[in-house]
């Protein structure tokens, strides 16, 4: 099979890496609106660079189309491959609106190319450790979860970067961009979502920036609820933090380690694979997984997990959150 990229960024490069490990898949092209990215990509790579996606896409036809630009192009790049039978991979978010979802629907059922997103981390050994515990029935029922991202971003971030930080361009800020994965990964274990209530903020790049540096909100599932908190106003990125609180446990996820605290007082840190990341260590280790998971579903016929259906409840919830903030807090039923 033959792949592509579009947008040259530093994401890009974990799935050119993920790419050159994948049997039976080349890497033939890369395209950016900065010619030099492209080029330099070429370079690294030993690729065709070039500064038009429809260019490459036309010259090159490639059979995926891996998506790492800017959140706004998203939806209409994803729309043109599908409609010309490429098959997208493309990173997070799905959307950035409601209108865009709309959109996004109809081109995943008109097709004929297909459409896998990356969230990488529900691949990450310890998400997968703690999800068959959870199967297993020893942890007993969910009752309640917690979910915690503190990172940094300073104002260079946004404005070197000429679409973060504006709402018509990013979609968002410390939710959208920052912690989408670990609101992703609390359905992911806990079940499907029923409602929102949150509340945003800027608190330390006003002026600066239109989009939040903080969002808190309380998430009701089928089972129970989780409380949820992301700002990209703390000093470090410290690593991210999911606790289950369960009948016979509390089961605590930062990153790659798991913590089981039992309620007799025992405390347990079970063995886990610590796979490499390929990028930041906050992106987590599983974007190899991911993206080799959808070339094999391409291969097989068989559905990808990720698909628009895959991440739907994520995208809808997301939305919501956005909506009831916007609202003062007002719960959102999804």
């Known amino acids: 099979m033959k792949a ?18 994948l049997e039976g898949v080349t890497l033939a092209a890369a395209a950016d609106i900065r010619p030099e990215r492209a080029e330099k990509y070429g370079e690294k790579y030993g690729l065709r660079p070039y500064s038009s996606l429809e260019n490459l896409l036309e010259e090159v036809k490639p059979d995926v189309l891996h998506i790492c630009t800017p959140h706004y192009l998203h939806v209409p790049m994803t729309q043109f491959a599908l409609a010309r039978g490429i098959h997208v991979f493309c990173e997070k978010p799905p959307v950035i609106s409601r209108q865009q979802l709309t959109g996004l629907e109809e081109a995943v059922k008109k097709g004929p190319g297909r459409a896998g997103f990356c969230f990488q981390n529900r691949y990450n050994p310890s998400i997968l450790f703690v999800k068959e515990l959870l199967a297993s029935g ?10 915690l991202v503190t990172w940094n971003r300073q104002a260079a971030y946004y404005t070197e970067s000429g679409w973060r930080g504006r709402m018509d361009t990013e979609g968002g800020g410390a939710l959208i961009n920052q912690s989408i994965h670990t609101m992703d990964l609390l359905g992911f274990l806990m079940g499907k979502p029923v409602s929102v209530e949150a509340q945003t903020a800027n608190h330390h790049l006003p002026g600066v920036i239109e989009v939040e540096d903080m969002m808190e909100a309380y998430i009701r599932y089928e089972d129970a609820a989780a409380c949820f908190y992301a700002t990209t106003a703390y000093t470090e990125d410290a690593p991210p933090l999911i606790e289950l609180s369960c009948e016979n446990m509390v089961i605590r996820i930062e990153d790659l380690e798991v913590t089981l605290l039992y309620r007799d007082g025992r405390r347990e840190k079970p063995e886990i694979d610590r796979k490499q990341a390929l ?8 974007h190899l997984d991911c993206i080799s998971d959808f070339y094999r579903c391409l291969k097989s016929g068989e559905r990808f997990a990720q698909d628009l259906d895959g991440v739907r409840d994520t ?19 999804l």
Not at 4 to 21: D, F, L, T, Y
Not at 279 to 286: A, D, E, Q, R, V
């Open 315 to 333: 995208v809808r919830l997301m939305l919501a959150a956005y909506e009831s903030a916007g609202c003062g807090g007002k719960e959102i039923q």
């Open 4 to 21: 592509a990229i579009v947008g040259c960024g530093n994401i890009a490069a974990v799935h050119a890496e993920s790419i050159g490990r």
């Open 279 to 286: 990028g930041k260590s906050y992106w987590g280790s599983g």
């Open 138 to 147: 020893g942890a007993g029922r969910i009752r309640g979860a917690r979910g």
